[in-house]
C-alpha cells in the first residue's frame, strides 16, 4: 500500500461532461503530481503542485484543471469530456517538489470511461 | 528532446529464468534514473533509484546498472517467478523540467513470466 489514495476507482460518463477526481497523498508529502495512461502508452505528465502551489505542468489540455488545497489533497477536474479522455489517471506523490531522490508514491489510480 | 527508450517492447520467459530489460536515454542535464513495476490496473511501485555516480543497485533478486556515459541502463531480474509479471518503466530525472515535468518515462517493458 503506498499510501496514496484515488477516488472514485473507476467512472463511467458521456461525452461533454465534467468530472473530478480525487487524491490523497502520502501523509507527509507535499508533493503532488497527476498522469494520464491510455492503453498501452507510457504515463503523461499533466501537472505537479508543491504545498498548494502549481510547481510544473505537463501537456495538460485546456479542458483540464487541477488545485492542491490547504489540507494537501488535490483534485484533477475534466471537462467537455471526449472518447479520447478514456484512460486511467494515476495521482503520485513525494516528500520534496524538486527533483532530488524522493521516490513518487502512486495511487491505484481512477479508470475514466467515456461513452 | 528528452527521450527515454526502452526494450524489448514485450518478453515472456519461463519461470525460474533470469532476464534483462534495457532502458536508454538522452535526458539532459541527468540527474537520476529510476526503475518501476507496475502490476496491471495499479500504480508504479519504485524498484531502484540510481544517481550518476552508482553504476549498480540490487532489490531483491532485481538487479539494476547504469552507464552514464552511454546513457543506458538495464534492469536484471534473476529467478523469475510468476509475480514478476508486469511492466517494467525506466524514468530518467532531469535536473530542469520542462512540459514532460523533471520526470521522463519510458514506455515500459510488458513481462509475462510462465509457469
Known amino acids: 500500500d503506498s499510501g496514496v489514495t484515488q477516488t472514485p476507482k473507476h467512472l463511467i460518463t458521456a461525452t461533454g461532461q465534467r468530472v473530478t477526481l480525487r487524491c490523497s497523498p502520502r501523509?507527509?508529502?507535499?508533493?503532488v503530481y497527476w498522469y494520464q495512461q491510455s492503453l498501452d502508452q507510457g504515463l503523461q505528465f499533466l501537472i505537479q503542485y508543491y504545498n498548494g502551489e502549481e510547481r510544473a505542468k505537463g501537456n495538460i489540455l485546456e479542458r483540464f484543471s487541477a488545485q492542491q488545497f490547504p489540507d494537501l489533497h488535490s483534485e484533477l477536474n475534466l471537462s467537455s469530456l471526449e472518447l479520447g479522455d478514456s484512460a486511467l489517471y494515476f495521482c503520485?506523490?513525494?516528500?520534496?517538489?524538486?527533483?532530488?531522490?524522493?521516490?513518487?508514491?502512486f495511487g491505484n489510480g481512477t479508470r475514466l470511461t467515456v461513452t | 528532446k528528452n527521450q527515454v527508450e526502452q526494450s524489448p517492447q514485450s518478453l515472456i520467459i519461463l519461470e525460474g529464468k533470469n532476464c534483462t530489460l534495457q532502458c536508454n536515454y538522452t535526458v539532459s542535464p541527468f540527474s537520476n534514473l529510476r526503475w518501476y513495476k507496475q502490476d496491471t490496473g495499479r500504480g508504479p511501485v519504485s524498484l531502484t533509484i540510481?544517481?550518476?555516480?552508482?553504476n549498480t543497485k540490487s532489490n531483491g533478486r532485481y538487479t539494476a546498472t547504469l552507464d552514464a556515459d552511454t546513457k543506458q541502463s538495464s534492469l536484471h531480474i534473476t529467478a523469475s517467478q510468476l509475480s514478476d509479471s508486469a511492466s517494467y518503466i525506466c524514468v530518467v530525472s532531469a535536473i530542469r523540467g520542462g512540459s514532460q515535468g523533471n520526470l521522463i518515462f519510458g514506455k515500459g517493458t510488458k513481462l509475462s513470466v510462465k509457469p
Open positions: 503520485a506523490s513525494s516528500t520534496r517538489g524538486d527533483r532530488g531522490l524522493s521516490p513518487l508514491h
Open positions: 540510481m544517481t550518476f555516480s552508482e
Open positions: 501523509s507527509g508529502d507535499l508533493s
